[in-house]
T-cell receptor, first 115, second 111 residues
């Protein structure tokens, strides 16, 4: 199946710093990538939809200035958590949709711990 | 398009038995549905999908059933194995081409 890669898989950062998470579609082109956040024992919460070459669409309640999303190419989207706080600690997951079609594949997720 | 955070219901089955995981979806305009499996600490893994013009689709040991009348989706796993233990999510692709997740069900397989 298609492969979506996230990096880093785990990151620990200090409060107030910024962290960038990358999401790459390795063997296909994706015009649309999605960023989710997941708390323990809960379902995935969509944060934003990232479209190549345009601004991301954020879900209600998600601060766009705090969670910066860039989708510079058909194979790469990045999520930057700015001025991170301990409450931003979570599991962040990206997914990518084939350039044609509906199937969506997920990355392995990135654990962020803010200390 | 966001899901609601819920504590996950749990389905406990004996190894070798069949498992049935249910999901109710909300949007009658949704035209595509996907089941994902998520193991602890990992991203969701695609299992099987079904389009709204079908009511059943089979894969290897898995079957998805779609009942559009009552907006219900189920995942059947035959001869459940310990490796099937995970959280299972259904997702619906709605008319806006957004993927919305259900709350998830934790499957525990007892040896």
């Amino acid at each position: 199946g298609a492969v979506v890669s996230q990096h880093p898989s785990r990151v620990i950062c200090k409060s107030g710093t910024s962290v960038k998470i990358e999401c790459r579609s390795l063997d296909f082109q994706a015009t649309t990538m999605f960023w989710y956040r997941q708390f323990p024992k809960q379902s995935l919460m969509l944060m934003a939809t990232s479209n190549e070459g345009s601004k991301a669409t954020y879900e209600q309640g998600v601060e766009k200035d705090k969670f910066l999303i860039n989708h510079a190419s058909l194979t790469l989207s990045t999520l930057t958590v700015t001025s991170a706080h301990p409450e931003d600690s979570s599991f962040y997951i990206c997914s990518a949709r084939f350039i044609s079609g509906n199937t969506i594949y997920f990355g392995e997720g990135s654990w962020l711990t803010v200390v | 398009g966001e899901s609601v955070g819920l504590h996950l219901p749990t389905l406990s089955v004996q190894e070798g038995d069949n498992s049935i995981i249910n999901c109710a979806y909300s949007n009658s305009a949704s035209d595509y549905f996907i089941w994902y499996k998520q193991e602890s600490g990992k991203g969701p893994q695609f299992i099987i999908d079904i389009r709204s013009n079908m009511d059943k689709r089979q894969g290897q040991r898995v079957t998805v059933l779609l009942n559009k009348t009552v907006k219900h989706l189920s995942l059947q796993i035959a001869a459940t194995q310990p490796g099937d233990s995970a959280v299972y999510f259904c997702a619906e692709n709605n008319a806006g081409n957004m993927l919305t997740f259900g709350g998830g069900t934790r499957l525990m397989v007892k040896p």
